[in-house]
């Protein structure tokens, strides 16, 4: 793990590998290290950029206030001189699931010549419905007054399927250290930037870079309906459900999830 300064913030990156690039975003109300399994599977044949988003992990906010924001264009803004400041300028590929996929519509938006390809895992192209906007500033609240305690509790039956809480107590465990270890004013920010996030729909037939669509076949939050909907609106997508898994299908099957990855990353050439 390096420590990279970028925009008025600090960076917390993992870095491995030669070869294409591959910039991996993590969920909320993760870090990178959703992505551990996906970083050494695909190391051996590409650069690996794996950063924790502002406000997340070993990147805490510096200097924010209560009601600070964090916007999915600020972050996009962020990972682009994340790959400056690496002296990474071939365009590259961008997976990113559930807020990473918000992130990588806006890194679309504004810095398409970077991107080679997208990996979109389960995640939404929608904005939020005005009940969803009023439980994300609820939580917000709720961290700031409360900490982060209650959230995994509250989240993990969302962000797992019924089998994987069940059956993977290690992964359980893993994902409920990685929740707590984060920090109420960057979980609050984020929160409120997603509220605020744009509709990518419309912006859908335009993005004709080859993409990847992958999602959890138990997914209660980017459902498997709503994740084949975005790869058939897209000119040059591949969709792909992963058995066994829900929301975060990259962790509850990672051998098949890395290996659709590679399979799509071959292509690319």
């Known amino acids: 793990m390096k420590r990279v300064d970028v925009a008025d913030t600090t960076l917390a990156v993992r870095d491995q590998g030669h070869g294409s690039p591959v910039l991996f ?36 906010l510096q200097g924010a206030a209560d009601d600070t924001v964090t916007t999915m264009a600020q972050l996009a803004d962020d990972l682009a001189e994340l790959l400056a400041v690496l002296r990474i300028e071939e365009p590259l590929c961008l997976c990113g699931l559930s807020m990473g996929g918000y992130v990588a519509w806006e890194f679309w938006r504004r810095h398409r010549d970077r991107l080679s390809s997208l990996v979109l895992c389960d995640t939404r192209a929608a904005a939020d419905a005005p009940e969803a906007v009023e439980t994300r500033h609820t939580t917000a609240t709720r961290l700031l007054r409360d900490g982060v305690g209650f959230l995994a509790q509250a989240m993990l039956p969302k962000l797992l399927a019924p089998q ?21 004013l960057g979980l609050a920010a984020a929160l409120r930037g997603m509220a605020e996030r744009a509709d990518a729909t419309p912006w859908l037939a335009d993005v004709e870079l080859p993409t990847l669509v992958v999602v959890g076949e138990h997914d209660q939050i980017s459902t498997v309906d709503e994740m084949r909907a975005i790869a058939a609106s897209l000119p040059n997508a591949r969709f792909v459900a992963v058995p066994g898994a829900g929301h975060m299908a990259p962790m509850e099957n990672a051998p098949l999830v890395c290996d659709e990855l590679l399979a799509f ?3 690319q050439g």
Do not use: C, K, Y
């Not at 399994?37 to 794996?50: D, F, K, W």
């Open 164 to 184: 994987t809480l069940r059956d993977e107590p290690g992964l359980v465990a893993e994902l409920t250290a990685m929740i707590e270890s984060n920090e109420p």
């Open 265 to 267: 990353l071959g292509e």
């Open 25 to 60: 975003v993590h969920g909320f109300p993760l870090d990178g290290g959703m992505w551990n399994a996906q970083l050494a599977a695909l190391s051996a044949e590409h650069r690996v950029i794996v950063p924790d988003l502002r406000g997340f992990g070993g990147s805490p």
